[in-house]
C-alpha cells in the first residue's frame, strides 16, 4: 500500500474581491492590531476582507488540484500574476481558500514574500524565537538550533536590531534560515532567490537539497528554471490560477516555454503617452516568429512595438526608441536604441519598432524590458514594464548539458586551450 500523501489539494479555488474604495481602519488601529498579533494581521491583509464598496470578484486560483507524497519536491512556475504566491499562502495557512478542500500532515514552514511572517518592531533574535513558536516548537528546541539560524542567516551583528532596518537581503536571509532550520515536514519557499546574493542563492539551494534529500517535502517558487530543474522532482505549471501541466520537470518547463505570450493589449499604456498622436498598440518579444514569454539563452530574440500615429508630418525627423532590459532585482543589464546607432525611424500612421538579437545571452533570471519612445530628445512614450519574461539557461555551447552553476548573469562564446 502507497503512504499516504503528505499534502492533497481537492477544487481549490481562491476568489479575490476587488473593491474600488476598501474600507480600511485608522492607523494607530492597525498597527496595534499588527503588534498584536502580527500573523493575523497579516492573514487578514492578504485575504484583503475589509469592509467596502463591492466592485469585481476575481479567481486567482481556479479548481486547483494535486497530491503530493513525502519527499518530493515540488517547482511551481507560471507567469507573474499566475496565482503562485496565493497557492503558497493558502498551503501555509496565511491565506483561506475560498472553496476547496486541503490536507496536510505535518508541520509546514514558510518563507513567502518578504514582509510576512516577521515582525518588523522585533529583533532578529525575537522573531526567530516568534517563529519558532508560530511553527509549535518549544523555547528549548528553538534554543537547539539558534546559533546554527543565525550562523547561517549571518546575522551576528545585527540580533538585537529590529528586522525593519534589515537590508532586503538579511531580510531574506534571516526568513530563509528559520524556515528551513525548523525542522518542518513540509518546507514552501517562495521566490527567495530573487532576492538574496549569488553566494546566498546557491547557499538556499544547497540547503533545500538538504531538507529534500533528508524526506521533507518542499514545494518551491521560482523564475530560475536551471534551479527549478536542479532541485525539483515534479513541477506545476500555474496559468491564470489553473494548473496547466504538472508531471516531470523537463516536460513541464518546456510547456511553460512554448506558451504564447496572452495578447499584451494596449489599455494600461494609455497614462503612458504623453503625445495624442501617437500610441503603442502592443509589445511583443519573439523568438523566431513566435510569442513568447520566455527565452532560452543563444535563441534569436526580437523585440517588437506595434504603434499608430494620427500626425505623421510632425515627426519628420523620426522617432527614437529603445528597449531598456532589467534583470532580476531590477537591475539594468542592457540598453538597445536606435539613435545609439545614429539612427531614426520614418513615422507613419501604423508600424513596427523592432529590435532583434541574434545571440540572447542572458542565464536564468525573470526580466523586465521597458520601451521609450522620443522624438528629438523628448519622451513622447515611457512603458516601464512593457514586457516581463524569462530568461532561461540553455545548453547555449551545444555540449550536451547546460553549463553548471548560477554565476554570472550571461552565458559568453569562449574558447580553451592548453598546452
Ligand atoms: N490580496 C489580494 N487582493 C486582490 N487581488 C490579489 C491579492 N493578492 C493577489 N491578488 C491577485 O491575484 C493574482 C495572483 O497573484 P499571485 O498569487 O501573487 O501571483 P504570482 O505569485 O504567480 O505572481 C494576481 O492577479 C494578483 O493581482
Ligand atoms: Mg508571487
Known sequence: MPEKPVLTVTGLGKRYTLRHQAARGAL?????????APLRWFQRKSSGTSAGATAEDFWALRDVGFSIQRGEVVGIIGRNGAGKSTLLKILSRITEPTIGRITIRGRVASLLEV?????????????????GAILGMSRAEIYRKFDEIVAFAEVERFLDTPVKHYSSGMYVRLAFAVAAHLDPEILIVDEVLAVGDLEFQKKCLGKMEQVASGGRTVFFVSHNMAAVQRLCTRCVYLKQGSVVADGPVPRVIDTYLREASAAAGGRRWAYARKSPAIEIEEVELLVGTEPRVAVSCGSTVT?????RCSAPAQFSAGFEVSFIVFGQGQKLV????NAGLGRTFPAAAHGTFTCTVPDWPFRSMPMSVQFHLN???ENLVDLPEALTFDSVDSDRFGTGIVPHGSEGIVLLPHRWSST
Not at 118 to 125: Q, V
Not at 334 to 337: G, L, P, T
Open 28 to 36: 494607530s488601529e492597525r498597527l496595534t492590531a499588527a503588534l498584536r
Open 115 to 131: 514582509g510576512t511572517g516577521f515582525h518588523p518592531e522585533l529583533s532578529g533574535r525575537e522573531n526567530i524565537f516568534l517563529n
Open 303 to 307: 523585440f517588437r512595438a506595434r504603434y
Open 334 to 337: 542592457n540598453f538597445w536604441s
Open 375 to 377: 522624438y528629438r530628445l
